[in-house]
């Protein structure tokens, strides 16, 4: 398919374990998104890159959580000693120009 | 931070109604933004509203941008259970002037339309 695609589509994981996710952006797409959005609540930005690098990680809460993008184009989202406050579904975005951004459909994180 | 309140949270309706979403801030945006999100997929835009008092229309949507730019609304004419959805308003960031795409989220709208 030609969109953004997550994997897993949902991990469920125990209290303290190390997880990745991973996003996989629309092809030739430069920038790259991560969103969390917990239950009833939008979207709340987490770190963006142009290319390889991180533009811009104002929204990652803590040094447990770290993004690569080491060939600009596949993502991988780590989160190191999982807590349950972390459970969330995942949201990857990428786009070529900042008005239009694709969403992929997210990755449920269940921490037990 | 800019932050962005949608109201109502919540509205059930019966097909054939209207309605109208509402997204305030006390902030001015350059551009405002809607998406629709339905269940385990991510948001879809919908339309992307730049200019004060600006009106475009999508089908039986409306959007409407506030003059001053602090708000925007969404309005719904003749309702389908195909509308149903979380309806998100997003404003983008700026740097210097230009977008650079990173996206604040109002809470959301959750539609239920009812056959």
Known sequence: ?112 | TQLLEQSPQFLSIQEGENLTVYCNSSSVFSSLQWYRQEPGEGPVLLVTVVTGGEVKKLKRLTFQFGDARKDSSLHITAAQPGDTGLYLCAAPSYAGGTSYGKLTFGQGTILTVHP
Do not use: M
């Open chain 1, 1 to 112: 398919g030609a969109g953004v695609s997550q994997t897993p589509s949902n991990k469920v994981t125990e209290k303290g374990k190390y997880v990745e996710l991973r996003c996989d952006p629309i092809s030739g797409h430069t920038a790259l998104y991560w969103y969390r959005q917990s239950l009833g609540q939008g979207p709340e930005f987490l770190i963006y890159f142009q290319g390889t690098g991180a533009a811009d990680d104002s929204g990652l809460p803590n040094d447990r959580f770290f993004a690569v993008r080491p060939e600009g184009s596949v993502s991988t989202l780590k989160i190191q000693r999982t807590e349950r406050g972390d459970s969330a579904v995942y949201l990857c975005a990428s786009s070529l120009n900042p008005h239009e951004q694709f969403f992929g459909p997210g990755t449920r994180l269940t921490v037990l």
